[in-house]
Protein backbone atom coordinates (compact mmCIF):
# COMPACT_ATOMS: atom_id res chain seq x y z
CA UNK A 1 0.00 0.00 0.00
CA UNK A 2 1.62 3.40 -0.78
CA UNK A 3 0.88 6.35 -2.28
CA UNK A 4 3.14 9.05 -4.77
CA UNK A 5 3.40 12.54 -4.71
CA UNK A 6 4.58 14.47 -7.52
CA UNK A 7 7.45 16.92 -7.04
CA UNK A 8 5.27 19.71 -8.07
CA UNK A 9 2.57 19.45 -5.34
CA UNK A 10 5.31 18.73 -2.28
CA UNK A 11 6.56 21.19 0.10
CA UNK A 12 10.36 21.77 -0.33
CA UNK A 13 11.85 19.41 2.44
CA UNK A 14 10.17 16.28 1.40
CA UNK A 15 11.89 16.59 -1.80
CA UNK A 16 15.36 15.61 -2.24
CA UNK A 17 17.75 15.84 -5.40
CA UNK A 18 17.22 14.81 -8.72
CA UNK A 19 19.63 11.30 -8.22
CA UNK A 20 17.68 10.82 -4.74
CA UNK A 21 13.80 11.50 -5.77
CA UNK A 22 12.29 9.67 -3.21
CA UNK A 23 11.28 10.51 0.41
CA UNK A 24 9.86 7.38 2.17
CA UNK A 25 7.34 8.71 5.11
CA UNK A 26 7.85 6.96 7.79
CA UNK A 27 4.97 4.61 9.03
CA UNK A 28 6.32 3.94 12.43
CA UNK A 29 6.22 7.89 13.34
CA UNK A 30 2.81 7.79 11.83
CA UNK A 31 1.43 5.22 13.79
CA UNK A 32 3.26 6.71 17.31
CA UNK A 33 1.96 9.98 16.72
CA UNK A 34 -1.69 8.25 16.23
CA UNK A 35 -1.46 6.24 19.49
CA UNK A 36 -0.35 9.42 21.14
CA UNK A 37 -3.38 11.27 20.37
CA UNK A 38 -5.74 8.35 21.00
CA UNK A 39 -4.24 7.99 24.29
CA UNK A 40 -4.65 11.82 25.32
CA UNK A 41 -8.27 11.31 23.83
CA UNK A 42 -9.09 8.03 25.93
CA UNK A 43 -7.59 9.73 29.02
CA UNK A 44 -9.65 12.69 28.31
CA UNK A 45 -12.75 10.58 28.23
CA UNK A 46 -11.66 8.92 31.44
CA UNK A 47 -11.20 11.95 33.87
CA UNK A 48 -14.83 13.21 32.28
CA UNK A 49 -16.67 10.17 33.17
CA UNK A 50 -14.29 8.73 35.58
CA UNK A 51 -15.61 4.65 35.77
CA UNK A 52 -15.59 4.80 31.98
CA UNK A 53 -13.67 2.08 30.27
CA UNK A 54 -13.73 1.98 26.31
CA UNK A 55 -14.61 -1.62 25.41
CA UNK A 56 -13.23 -3.49 22.44
CA UNK A 57 -13.73 -7.13 20.93
CA UNK A 58 -12.10 -8.64 18.16
CA UNK A 59 -14.31 -11.94 17.04
CA UNK A 60 -12.35 -14.67 15.09
CA UNK A 61 -13.36 -17.61 13.61
CA UNK A 62 -10.43 -20.01 13.61
CA UNK A 63 -6.88 -19.93 13.83
CA UNK A 64 -5.34 -18.71 11.20
CA UNK A 65 -1.48 -17.66 12.37
CA UNK A 66 -1.73 -14.48 10.33
CA UNK A 67 -5.09 -13.26 11.86
CA UNK A 68 -3.82 -14.33 15.19
CA UNK A 69 -0.74 -12.17 14.36
CA UNK A 70 -2.88 -9.21 13.68
CA UNK A 71 -5.06 -9.74 16.47
CA UNK A 72 -1.90 -9.99 18.89
CA UNK A 73 -0.96 -6.55 17.27
CA UNK A 74 -4.77 -5.14 18.08
CA UNK A 75 -5.13 -6.13 21.57
CA UNK A 76 -1.29 -4.93 22.49
CA UNK A 77 -1.84 -1.16 20.82
CA UNK A 78 -5.65 -1.10 22.19
CA UNK A 79 -3.79 -1.47 25.80
CA UNK A 80 -1.31 0.97 25.16
CA UNK A 81 -3.74 3.76 24.32
CA UNK A 82 -6.22 2.42 27.37
CA UNK A 83 -8.83 0.62 25.61
CA UNK A 84 -10.15 -3.16 27.42
CA UNK A 85 -9.64 -5.33 24.51
CA UNK A 86 -10.68 -8.83 24.30
CA UNK A 87 -10.46 -11.50 21.77
CA UNK A 88 -13.01 -14.47 21.26
CA UNK A 89 -12.47 -17.14 19.24
CA UNK A 90 -14.78 -19.32 17.75
CA UNK A 91 -13.63 -23.09 16.24
CA UNK A 92 -13.33 -23.72 12.83
CA UNK A 93 -16.55 -25.72 13.30
CA UNK A 94 -18.80 -22.91 14.12
CA UNK A 95 -21.59 -22.21 11.97
CA UNK A 96 -23.25 -18.64 10.62
CA UNK A 97 -25.97 -19.19 13.12
CA UNK A 98 -23.23 -19.37 16.03
CA UNK A 99 -21.18 -16.73 14.93
CA UNK A 100 -24.29 -14.57 14.20
CA UNK A 101 -25.81 -15.07 17.43
CA UNK A 102 -22.24 -14.26 19.49
CA UNK A 103 -22.66 -10.99 17.53
CA UNK A 104 -25.99 -10.21 18.39
CA UNK A 105 -24.58 -10.66 21.89
CA UNK A 106 -22.03 -8.66 21.66
CA UNK A 107 -23.68 -6.23 19.99
CA UNK A 108 -26.25 -5.99 23.16
CA UNK A 109 -23.31 -6.08 25.86
CA UNK A 110 -23.45 -2.21 27.43
CA UNK A 111 -19.27 -2.97 27.96
CA UNK A 112 -18.13 -3.63 24.19
CA UNK A 113 -17.83 -0.43 22.31
CA UNK A 114 -16.33 -1.49 19.32
CA UNK A 115 -16.62 -5.09 17.91
CA UNK A 116 -14.14 -6.17 14.99
CA UNK A 117 -14.93 -9.37 13.45
CA UNK A 118 -11.30 -10.49 12.29
CA UNK A 119 -11.34 -11.72 8.60
CA UNK A 120 -10.98 -13.75 6.49
CA UNK A 121 -12.97 -16.30 8.63
CA UNK A 122 -11.24 -19.64 9.05
CA UNK A 123 -14.44 -22.60 8.72
CA UNK A 124 -15.37 -25.53 7.47
CA UNK A 125 -19.29 -24.44 6.88
CA UNK A 126 -20.56 -22.37 4.72
CA UNK A 127 -20.30 -18.32 6.05
CA UNK A 128 -21.16 -14.76 4.62
CA UNK A 129 -18.99 -12.76 5.17
CA UNK A 130 -21.19 -9.85 3.87
CA UNK A 131 -24.10 -10.98 6.10
CA UNK A 132 -21.47 -11.56 9.32
CA UNK A 133 -19.90 -8.34 8.95
CA UNK A 134 -23.25 -6.73 8.48
CA UNK A 135 -24.57 -8.06 11.76
CA UNK A 136 -22.38 -5.83 14.08
CA UNK A 137 -24.26 -2.72 15.01
CA UNK A 138 -23.19 -0.04 12.91
CA UNK A 139 -22.29 2.11 16.30
CA UNK A 140 -19.99 -0.82 17.33
CA UNK A 141 -18.60 -1.25 13.91
CA UNK A 142 -15.42 0.11 14.22
CA UNK A 143 -14.11 -0.95 11.24
CA UNK A 144 -16.42 0.72 8.79
CA UNK A 145 -18.11 -3.20 7.02
CA UNK A 146 -21.22 -2.56 7.51
CA UNK A 147 -23.71 -0.51 4.72
CA UNK A 148 -24.36 1.78 7.10
CA UNK A 149 -20.71 2.91 8.06
CA UNK A 150 -19.48 1.97 4.17
CA UNK A 151 -22.50 4.06 2.59
CA UNK A 152 -22.31 7.13 5.13
CA UNK A 153 -18.13 7.35 3.87
CA UNK A 154 -19.54 6.87 0.48
CA UNK A 155 -21.92 10.10 0.68
CA UNK A 156 -19.27 12.33 2.27
CA UNK A 157 -20.44 12.49 6.14
CA UNK A 158 -16.93 11.76 7.17
CA UNK A 159 -17.93 12.97 10.71
CA UNK A 160 -20.61 10.31 11.28
CA UNK A 161 -19.21 7.14 10.44
CA UNK A 162 -16.46 4.69 11.18
CA UNK A 163 -13.54 4.43 8.30
CA UNK A 164 -12.10 1.06 7.38
CA UNK A 165 -8.67 1.01 9.07
CA UNK A 166 -6.41 0.69 5.60
CA UNK A 167 -7.58 3.46 4.05
CA UNK A 168 -7.72 5.49 7.27
CA UNK A 169 -4.33 5.31 8.01
CA UNK A 170 -2.82 5.64 4.13
CA UNK A 171 -5.23 8.99 4.14
CA UNK A 172 -3.21 9.85 7.56
CA UNK A 173 -0.03 8.89 6.08
CA UNK A 174 -0.88 11.18 3.44
CA UNK A 175 -1.28 13.94 6.10
CA UNK A 176 1.97 13.35 7.31
CA UNK A 177 3.38 14.74 4.44
CA UNK A 178 2.07 17.99 4.96
CA UNK A 179 0.47 17.76 0.88
CA UNK A 180 -3.11 18.49 0.86
CA UNK A 181 -5.04 15.97 -1.59
CA UNK A 182 -7.54 18.85 -2.32
CA UNK A 183 -7.58 19.83 -6.10
CA UNK A 184 -5.05 17.05 -6.63
CA UNK A 185 -5.73 14.22 -9.62
CA UNK A 186 -5.63 11.25 -7.16
CA UNK A 187 -5.65 6.93 -8.78
CA UNK A 188 -6.81 4.16 -6.41
CA UNK A 189 -5.48 0.97 -8.49
CA UNK A 190 -8.10 -1.86 -6.82
CA UNK A 191 -12.15 -1.47 -5.75
CA UNK A 192 -12.43 -3.75 -2.88
CA UNK A 193 -14.70 -2.86 0.33
CA UNK A 194 -12.20 -3.09 2.63
CA UNK A 195 -9.50 -0.70 0.66
CA UNK A 196 -10.09 0.60 -2.61
CA UNK A 197 -13.31 2.07 -2.60
CA UNK A 198 -12.87 3.42 0.93
CA UNK A 199 -9.72 4.94 -0.22
CA UNK A 200 -11.42 6.53 -3.31
CA UNK A 201 -14.69 7.31 -1.44
CA UNK A 202 -11.96 9.26 1.78
CA UNK A 203 -9.73 10.88 -1.27
CA UNK A 204 -13.16 12.06 -3.25
CA UNK A 205 -14.38 13.51 0.20
CA UNK A 206 -10.88 15.49 0.72
CA UNK A 207 -11.59 16.83 -2.52
CA UNK A 208 -9.28 14.97 -4.46
CA UNK A 209 -10.74 14.27 -8.26
CA UNK A 210 -10.24 10.66 -8.19
CA UNK A 211 -10.10 8.31 -10.99
CA UNK A 212 -10.83 4.45 -9.75
CA UNK A 213 -8.93 1.38 -11.74
CA UNK A 214 -9.50 -2.34 -11.36
CA UNK A 215 -8.59 -5.52 -12.98
CA UNK A 216 -10.88 -4.50 -16.23
CA UNK A 217 -9.16 -0.94 -16.33
CA UNK A 218 -7.55 -0.82 -20.29
CA UNK A 219 -4.03 0.94 -20.18
CA UNK A 220 -2.90 1.24 -16.46
CA UNK A 221 0.05 2.88 -17.13
CA UNK A 222 -1.75 5.94 -18.83
CA UNK A 223 -4.01 6.35 -16.02
CA UNK A 224 -0.88 5.95 -13.18
CA UNK A 225 0.99 8.53 -15.14
CA UNK A 226 -2.28 11.05 -14.83
CA UNK A 227 -1.59 10.76 -10.81
CA UNK A 228 -0.60 13.17 -8.53
CA UNK A 229 -1.39 10.89 -5.87
CA UNK A 230 -1.36 7.62 -6.26
CA UNK A 231 -2.86 4.75 -3.95
CA UNK A 232 -2.36 1.10 -5.02
CA UNK A 233 -4.19 -2.21 -3.28
CA UNK A 234 -4.09 -4.80 -5.66
CA UNK A 235 -2.38 -7.15 -3.52
CA UNK A 236 0.27 -7.82 -6.46
CA UNK A 237 3.58 -6.88 -5.50
CA UNK A 238 5.40 -4.19 -7.81
CA UNK A 239 2.38 -4.27 -9.95
CA UNK A 240 3.42 -0.50 -10.71
CA UNK A 241 6.39 0.42 -12.34
CA UNK A 242 8.71 2.92 -11.30
CA UNK A 243 8.71 4.38 -15.25
CA UNK A 244 4.77 4.81 -15.06
CA UNK A 245 5.00 7.76 -12.34
CA UNK A 246 5.40 11.21 -12.99
CA UNK A 247 8.78 12.59 -12.73
CA UNK A 248 10.05 13.45 -9.36
CA UNK A 249 7.52 11.43 -7.36
CA UNK A 250 7.96 10.87 -3.63
CA UNK A 251 6.92 7.55 -2.27
CA UNK A 252 5.33 7.42 1.16
CA UNK A 253 4.77 4.20 2.77
CA UNK A 254 5.25 0.76 1.50
CA UNK A 255 4.24 -2.59 2.57
CA UNK A 256 1.96 -5.76 1.48
CA UNK A 257 0.05 -3.93 -1.33
CA UNK A 258 2.44 -2.01 -2.45
N1 LIG B 1 -8.05 -6.51 3.34
C1 LIG B 1 -7.43 -5.84 4.29
O1 LIG B 1 -7.93 -5.59 5.40
C2 LIG B 1 -6.07 -5.32 4.04
C3 LIG B 1 -5.45 -4.63 5.03
C4 LIG B 1 -4.19 -4.13 4.79
C5 LIG B 1 -3.58 -4.32 3.61
N2 LIG B 1 -4.20 -5.01 2.67
C6 LIG B 1 -3.49 -5.20 1.42
O2 LIG B 1 -4.09 -4.40 0.42
C7 LIG B 1 -4.05 -5.08 -0.81
C8 LIG B 1 -5.43 -5.16 -1.38
O3 LIG B 1 -6.26 -5.88 -0.49
P1 LIG B 1 -7.78 -6.15 -0.84
O4 LIG B 1 -8.37 -6.83 0.32
O5 LIG B 1 -8.38 -4.88 -1.34
O6 LIG B 1 -7.60 -7.17 -2.07
P2 LIG B 1 -8.70 -7.74 -3.08
O7 LIG B 1 -10.03 -7.84 -2.42
O8 LIG B 1 -8.08 -8.93 -3.70
O9 LIG B 1 -8.85 -6.60 -4.19
C9 LIG B 1 -7.84 -6.36 -5.12
C10 LIG B 1 -8.29 -5.26 -6.04
O10 LIG B 1 -7.24 -5.02 -6.97
C11 LIG B 1 -7.77 -5.04 -8.29
N3 LIG B 1 -6.77 -5.57 -9.21
C12 LIG B 1 -6.22 -6.80 -9.20
N4 LIG B 1 -5.36 -6.93 -10.23
C13 LIG B 1 -5.36 -5.76 -10.90
C14 LIG B 1 -4.70 -5.26 -12.05
N5 LIG B 1 -3.84 -6.01 -12.75
N6 LIG B 1 -4.93 -4.01 -12.46
C15 LIG B 1 -5.80 -3.23 -11.77
N7 LIG B 1 -6.48 -3.64 -10.67
C16 LIG B 1 -6.25 -4.88 -10.23
C17 LIG B 1 -8.99 -5.94 -8.22
O11 LIG B 1 -9.86 -5.58 -9.29
P3 LIG B 1 -11.31 -6.27 -9.48
O12 LIG B 1 -12.20 -5.58 -8.51
O13 LIG B 1 -11.68 -5.97 -10.89
O14 LIG B 1 -11.13 -7.72 -9.20
C18 LIG B 1 -9.54 -5.60 -6.85
O15 LIG B 1 -10.40 -4.49 -6.88
C19 LIG B 1 -3.45 -6.46 -0.51
O16 LIG B 1 -2.06 -6.43 -0.80
C20 LIG B 1 -3.63 -6.64 0.94
O17 LIG B 1 -2.63 -7.44 1.53
C21 LIG B 1 -5.45 -5.51 2.83
Known amino acids: MWSLFARSILPSHLVRTRRSIATIVSGTRTSRLVRDRLKTEVDQMRTEVPRFR ?9 HRDDSNLYISTKLKAAAEIGIEAKHIRLPTTATQDQVLKTIWTINQDPSIHGLIVQLPLQTENCIDTQLVTNAVCPEKDVDGLTCMNAGKLSRGDLDDCFIPCTPNGCMELIRQTGVSVEGKHAVVIGRSKIV ?7 LLWNHATVTSCHSKTPDLALQVSRADVLVVGAGRAEMVRGEWLKEGAVREGGGVGG
Open 54 to 62: PGLLVLQVG
Open 196 to 202: GAPMRDL
